[in-house]
């Protein structure tokens, strides 16, 4: 393909003045043979102008502000993001919250975005949406990822099943886990979809083959939930060895109660959850808690948006990025 130096060349005037008659630059004052024969020039060589690729990136993320403030682990992942998109010299656009929004139209916001990074889960037609308005997504947490588009996530059955073998092969087998169902989201009036979260699943299958009754208490993603459930579980002399909170607000809730009642963590009982954020760290005591590289994903989400962007990968990439246990107070490394 042609370039701007040499349509100039041809047509004997100066790049400059090329690139402003094929951008239909209107302030610019030329001959309009000299803009004839620039526009005829670039057509017998072939030229064709290339669109400027836009280096906003935009999320679209199904947490609320306030859910951002009951479970840290939204506000983190986005800032994770953010914090990406900085250091590459890319644009933020203003964050989508789906909350917000009253019909499915109104994603039509992505069409102008270089990229559209989503933090899910969202039901099929509202990625297909997305889709349709933006090619260039990646999806974060994604129930059901398409093969045709980025995605990110992490083996939370997997990383369950992990940390309850080795708490069984210390002989640790009473143990209960308190969380909620997944929420996968829609827009404005169309349904939610509720399903049995992952972390739940694995703890339930693994108790069926070890034979143990599952210890489950489903319950909402709130702390003030769990305290609740603490309650329930002294009503019931129902204490096991070890809690699982499916995240960690959940556990905070969790070990707030327990002290309340005399109970010593991790003494008497042991606690253990979900995701590592901030709030794992500064818990009295800290938290035991399953990590989920939060920083890595804003890292690996923005420089798939920047491949597609620089136009150097066509297919699509699922990575599943490993989950490790950080061993506090709460549940100290046994090993």
Known sequence: MASIREIAKYANVSPGTVSRVLNEDPSLSVNPKTRERVRRVAQELNYNKQSRVSRQIQIVTHASKEKEMVDPYYRELRLAIEKEITQLNLTLKKTIRTDELKRLTELSQVEKAGGVIVIGPFQDEVIQKLQQYNTNIVLINQMKQPAYIDAISSDLYQAMTHLLTNLCQ??????????????????????????????????????????????????????????????????????????????????????????????????????????????????????????????????????????????????????????????????????
């Not at 694995?202 to 143990?212: G, M, S």
Request: with cysteine; net charge neutral.
């Open 170 to 335: 210390h002989g640790l087998s009473d143990v209960c886990y308190v969380g909620g169902q997944t929420k996968v989201r829609n827009i404005g009036k169309h349904h939610h979809q509720m399903i049995d979260d992952d972390r739940q699943n694995a703890y339930v299958d693994w108790c069926d083959k070890q034979h143990i009754r599952p210890h489950y208490y489903k319950t909402e993603w709130r702390r003030e939930s769990a305290q609740d459930v603490v309650k329930k579980m002294m009503k019931r002399a129902d204490m096991p060895d070890v809690i699982i909170a499916g995240n960690d607000m959940l556990a905070v809730g969790i070990v707030q109660e327990l002290q309340k009642n005399q109970y010593h963590v991790p003494g008497d009982v042991k606690v253990i959850s979900f995701n590592d954020s901030e709030v794992a760290q500064y818990a009295v005591p800290m938290l035991t808690s399953v990590h989920i590289p939060i920083e890595e994903f804003g890292r690996q989400a923005v420089r798939l948006i920047q491949d597609r962007l620089k136009g150097q990968r066509q297919v699509a990439i699922h990575m599943t990025l490993e989950t490790t246990i950080q061993y506090r107070d709460s549940f100290p490394n046994f090993e």
